[in-house]
């Protein structure tokens, strides 16, 4: 029995991916040591850092749901862009009104785009590399609600984001190693 290769818009949908979450994995976690250094109150370049996350993903949606044309639908990709716009914009007005509100901000933004993200890897199975994706969208969802309940906390601190953003780096850097094979198939 021979193996059949994927075909090329298979194949470089998920080398696209590949390189993509390599790059979302040294992303966050760059981004998770600088805010580490700040997360006890909101300074000027701790509220740059908060918008550029979601800012971030809204960019990575971008190149997805351009490389992903040939594979889906990038309907809920654009909907992941719109949401993580409108969480950056979120964020930039809620980083004024301090902590709880820019907890309340991304952990709203945590919900959604997990689940987006959960959405949109589960008929991406067949790429390989979706499991840590869907597993990460269910996790994000989980922690958006956590968010939104130490929001009210009597010393809500921004760790919690911190903590967000590792295991999401994370999870993208095993679905790159994971997409490897398909990325490969010519």
């Given at each position: 029995?021979?193996?059949?290769?994927?075909?090329?818009?298979?194949?470089?949908?998920?080398?696209?991916?590949?390189?993509?979450?390599?790059?979302?994995?040294?992303?966050?976690?760059v981004?998770?040591?600088?805010?580490?250094?700040?997360?006890?109150?909101?300074?000027?370049?701790?509220?740059?850092?908060?918008?550029?996350?979601?800012?971030?993903?809204v960019?990575?949606?971008?190149?997805?749901?351009?490389?992903?044309?040939?594979t889906?639908?990038?309907?809920?990709?654009?909907v992941?862009?719109?949401?993580?716009?409108?969480?950056?914009?979120?964020?930039?007005?809620?980083?004024?009104?301090?902590?709880?509100?820019?907890?309340?901000?991304?952990?709203?933004?945590?919900?959604?785009?997990?689940?987006v993200?959960?959405?949109?890897?589960?008929?991406?199975?067949?790429?390989?590399?979706?499991?840590?994706?869907?597993?990460?969208g269910?996790?994000?969802?989980?922690?958006?609600?956590?968010?939104?309940?130490?929001?009210?906390?009597?010393?809500?601190?921004?760790?919690?984001?911190?903590?967000?953003?590792?295991?999401?780096?994370?999870?993208?850097?095993?679905?790159?190693?994971?997409?490897?094979?398909?990325?490969?198939?010519?």
């Amino acid at each position: 029995m021979s193996a059949v290769a994927a075909p090329s818009g298979t194949a470089g949908t998920a080398s696209v991916l590949r390189r993509l979450y390599f790059v979302r994995f040294a992303f966050a976690i760059v981004w998770a040591l600088v805010m580490f250094t700040m997360a006890s109150e909101i300074t000027p370049v701790a509220a740059v850092l908060l918008v550029l996350y979601p800012l971030f993903d809204v960019g990575a949606a971008v190149v997805d749901a351009r490389s992903s044309r040939t594979t889906g639908s990038p309907v809920l990709l654009y909907v992941n862009m719109a949401v993580s716009l409108a969480a950056a914009c979120g964020l930039a007005i809620a980083c004024a009104s301090g902590i709880p509100a820019v907890l309340g901000v991304w952990g709203a933004w945590a919900i959604v785009s997990g689940l987006v993200q959960l959405i949109v890897a589960v008929p991406r199975r067949k790429l390989g590399g979706q499991w840590p994706m869907i597993t990460s969208g269910a996790i994000s969802a989980l922690a958006g609600a956590s968010f939104l309940a130490s929001a009210g906390a009597d010393d809500p601190a921004l760790t919690g984001a911190i903590g967000y953003a590792i295991p999401g780096g994370i999870f993208f850097l095993v679905s790159a190693l994971r997409l490897g094979p398909t990325a490969k198939q010519s």
